[in-house]
């Protein structure tokens, strides 16, 4: 048994789709990290130890709310790192 933030999983689900609908993103291995990292900062962590939490959480990960701060987060991520990247644009 281990424990697991699911938000963690849910983000990854999400981050490639959301980083595409912005063009103006840089796409780097760097800067998708630093937006996966802030967006997990944002949203409160679902912690589960059992299949009867990962049950609870994928049920609750389907309500129309958690979505939208799923996408609300990784947005205002993308606007902080692409406002602010850990690179020179000749080395990302």
């Known amino acids: ?3 697991k933030n699911y ?3 849910l983000v990854w689900q999400q981050v490639d789709e ?3 609908a912005h063009s103006s993103v840089c796409k780097c291995e ?3 990290y630093d937006i996966i990292a802030l967006a997990l900062n944002f949203l409160p962590p679902r912690y589960v130890a ?3 939490g990962q049950t609870y959480t994928r049920i ?3 309500e129309q709310q ?3 701060d799923i996408l609300t987060a990784i ?3 993308i606007k902080i790192v692409n406002s602010q990247p850990h690179h020179t644009e000749e080395n990302p």
Do not use: P
Request: charged share 35%; aromatic share 4%.
């Open 50 to 52: 059992t299949e009867k």
């Open 30 to 32: 760097k800067c998708r």
């Open 18 to 20: 959301i980083i595409d």
């Open 60 to 62: 609750k990960a389907l």
């Open 75 to 77: 947005s205002n991520a």
């Open 66 to 68: 958690f979505n939208i």
């Open 1 to 3: 048994m281990e424990v």
């Open 7 to 9: 938000m963690e999983s």
